[in-house]
């Protein structure tokens, strides 16, 4: 009768969750353990570990990348002349295997032609949008499309059931990709649709972050998914001991079905993007629906890395017919509807900050007003100035950050930027009711972007992330309408409320912007 107490307190010991975390310390510990072995009592390995930490910081002066993160190594190496050096050269080169960048190079150039901006398409553009969607359609890289059609959800239970209803119609193929599945009701009910849809011989593929999820599923769910016919990739696995960086996730959330419909955002499949589970307060989050043309940008999307892990060619031939078969019988649908809608992607394996450039492009030309989600503010000197900017030119300029940080370190990092924007225009609103986890922008009511790009270093610079940017579409006045409700219920910090915090604690704020982009 103790059998299954036993069996469940075995299970929870040796979970896939406490053998990473127990080896990965044991790895650290070992490290620390032979660093301090061999230096101990040696003058000259302690030599040589400054003089190549002086190199260290020689070659990051010297190289070309973000500023912060360089100071915030510089300034580390400088606290441990010994160990920093060698940190660095572990830990600290963020630049992918140049195989990995020639692998993903390879597999975009073959689907240039079929990616490329159609003719005139983009003639109705005034100038400085038509030079953005010019930027994106290169190193996004993706065209803009009309005739499509774009809805905006100010929260993941009220996607939820479009969502459901959209895989349940699915007759081809239906292509997932997220940065965190979790079990429970949201993935429960997705799942049922998933294995019933694959039974019926509809294609269907998933892609997960092995990192995102690791707290969310079972050890054997790649099998149980393949058992049921549903081709399933964990994205950079987890290897304990053998690497502890794992900068690159994929942190992008895509769905597509039969090429007639796709969706992006902020929302994952776990619980709390549907408030079935409360972690901290009310969850808010965001969530694009598009229909129409712009759909087969998605569906490259998905197969190109889909195609990059597992170094195979799909037939792209079939996925872009099936596309234009459903697009043309949905044109009385979009006939209504106005605007351009411009999907992109950020990828770490290139030079180009695309993410944090459409950001960046959207505040310079703001002219009446920029309306700003985000769940971290952790900021380099260029978008501060151009927010900064953007305020002192008149521009109403706002920012939403969560009321109920998720982690209270970042969270930290973020309030360290609220005085010097509010100082200089900037309004920044805490979300009372909880956590705000949407990712969007909107501006003059002309242009919009929601997506899966958070304002921090690591999802700038080094995730895999996904977005749309949209021009005078409905959807435009859909995310605006949000953000004047979310105002409504959120708080407007004042500088007196920072300048009330205690002096150790400003000082810790402040010294945790140095190391802002290693965290």
């Not at 002096?503 to 982009?517: E, I, N, Q, S, Y």
Request: charged letters at 20%.
């Amino acid at each position: 009768m103790f059998r299954l107490p036993i069996v469940k307190f075995f299970n929870r010991i040796f979970n896939r969750v406490t053998i990473t975390v127990v080896l990965v310390a044991l790895q650290v510990l070992w490290l620390l353990w032979a660093f301090w072995s061999f230096t101990a009592g040696r003058v000259w390995l302690n030599g040589a570990l400054k003089a190549l930490s002086i190199l260290i910081v020689l070659y990051l002066v010297r190289k070309d990348e973000n500023s912060a993160y360089k100071i915030g190594w510089i300034v580390l190496i400088g606290l441990l002349p010994l160990l920093g050096g060698a940190l660095y050269l572990a830990f600290g080169n963020k630049a992918p295997a140049k195989y990995l960048r020639e692998r993903m190079q390879k597999v975009e150039q073959a689907h240039q032609t079929e990616l490329a901006q159609p003719e005139g398409q983009t003639d109705a553009l005034d100038i400085s949008s038509r030079n953005l969607s010019r930027y994106v359609a290169k190193f996004g890289p993706y065209p803009a499309w009309k005739d499509t059609a774009a809805h905006y959800f100010s929260c993941g239970e009220e996607m939820y059931p479009q969502l459901l209803a959209d895989l349940d119609k699915a007759e081809k193929f239906i292509f997932l990709e997220f940065f965190i599945l979790r079990s429970g009701k949201m993935w429960d009910g997705v799942e049922q649709i998933l294995r019933r849809k694959a039974a019926q011989g509809v294609d269907v593929r998933l892609i997960y972050d092995d990192f995102g999820s690791l707290l969310g599923l079972p050890s054997d769910f790649v099998i149980r998914m393949e058992k049921a016919h549903i081709r399933c990739i964990p994205f950079n696995p987890v290897v304990p001991l053998v690497s502890l960086v794992m900068n690159h996730r994929d942190h992008r959330k895509i769905v597509v079905v039969d090429g007639n419909v796709a969706y992006t955002g902020g929302v994952n499949l776990a619980d709390e993007y549907i408030n079935a589970r409360v972690r901290f307060g009310y969850w808010k989050d965001a969530a694009i629906r598009l229909t129409g043309e712009c759909v087969w940008s998605f569906t490259s999307m998905f197969l190109e890395l889909w195609d990059y892990i597992l170094k195979t060619e799909s037939d792209y031939t079939f996925y872009r017919a099936t596309s234009m078969e459903k697009h043309r019988l949905q044109e009385k649908i979009h006939a209504d509807e106005k605007g351009f809608v411009q999907p992109y992607t950020d990828s770490p394996l290139d030079h180009e900050d695309v993410g944090e450039n459409v950001y960046l492009n959207i505040i310079s030309r703001a002219k009446k007003y920029l309306y700003i989600f985000t769940p971290y503010l952790i900021i380099g000197s260029e978008m501060r100035t151009a927010l900064v900017n953007a305020a002192k030119s008149g521009v109403d300029v706002r920012l939403v950050v969560p009321g109920i940080p998720d982690k209270k370190l970042v969270y930290f990092l973020t309030q360290s930027n609220f005085p010097y924007l509010i100082k200089n225009g900037v309004k920044i609103y805490t979300y009372t009711p909880g956590f705000i986890h949407a990712k969007c922008f909107v501006s003059d009511d002309v242009q919009a972007t929601v997506g899966t790009v958070n304002m921090d270093y690591r999802s700038l610079c080094l995730h895999f992330e996904c977005g749309v940017w949209m021009y005078r579409t409905r959807a435009v006045l859909q995310v605006k309408e949000d953000a004047l409700k979310t105002f409504a219920e959120s708080h407007e910090v004042t500088l007196e409320e920072f300048q009330r915090k205690s002096f150790l604690v400003r000082t810790f704020m402040g010294a945790l912007k140095l190391f802002a982009p290693l965290l």
